[in-house]
């Protein structure tokens, strides 16, 4: 497991009424691949800590030469993982080929009112603040851009993020393969990096796409009724069974429960479909 490390706040904007995206300034930072996460610990005056494991949205940071004895990001046998807040997963440790020393890296953090962590980070740190950090973790729900097939991205609410994480590596590395994010999110006001998801569609020749379920309300003028996604419109919408794409599915239990059993049915194979889910924080 990688050491905790300082990381002090250098910008932060609202992304939402109720979520934040925070950039740290992390030096040291041993790199990253897109979709993999981070522990994040803050500690209280009384010196009481609690720490959350959260995704991280920048897009991969990794340099050409391995860290001396570090071994490549190893993936784990297909199959969920957890983690405790919205845009937080977990999984095991996967220590990365090395990077620039020091790096911005951004996370969209959503509230939970009743939360531990979420809160303060949304509402209470202030830019020059520092926290700890410890990562980054995980080397199974990872997207690299050497992969050559076809990749499906299906976000529910907050889940989003570390599939921008992807579609931020995938636009940066100009990427001729298809992704596509079919993004399932209460409504347009809710919705995460809307302005950038639209500029990554209209700026990768067709490469990228994105598609909104919104299951309570809906912008002026769309096409589509307000509900939630359905086995009909995931087929539809989905790349096809015959295009054999790689399937990275992230949000609420019950969601990616659903859309997985749904996946599963449609004749995609297990082994393509790559899942993380989130409760609380």
Known sequence: MPEWQAARLVAAH????????????????????????????????????????????SGEVAAAAPLPGAPDAAGSAPGSVSGSA?????????????????????????????????????RGLEIGDHLEIRGP???????????????????GGSGVVPLM??????????????????????GPQFAFYTDELR?????????????????RSAPEGSDRSVGRLMREELEMLALPVSSSPTIYLCGPNSFVEGISQWLLELGHPASRILTERFGGA
């Open 14 to 57: 609202d992304e939402t009424a109720t979520a934040r995206t925070l950039v740290f300034d992390v030096p040291g930072w041993p790199g990253h691949l897109a979709g993999q996460h981070v522990d994040i610990r803050v500690t209280a005056p009384d010196g009481y800590s609690a720490s959350r494991e959260y995704s991280i949205a």
């Open 199 to 215: 500029r990554i569609a209209d700026t990768s020749m067709g490469a990228a796409s994105v598609d909104y379920a919104f299951t």
């Open 137 to 155: 973790v995980g080397g199974y729900f990872v997207w690299k851009a050497t992969q050559p097939e076809p990749v499906q991205l299906i976000a």
């Open 165 to 186: 994480s992807m579609l931020r590596t995938h636009a940066a590395a100009g990427h001729p393969t298809p992704m596509k994010l079919l993004y399932s999110v209460r």
């Open 86 to 122: 919205p845009g937080s997963v977990s999984g095991d440790s996967s220590p990365l080929t090395g990077a620039p020393p020091g790096a911005n890296v951004e996370f969209s953090i959503e509230e939970l009112a009743d939360g531990e962590v979420s809160p303060y980070l949304v």
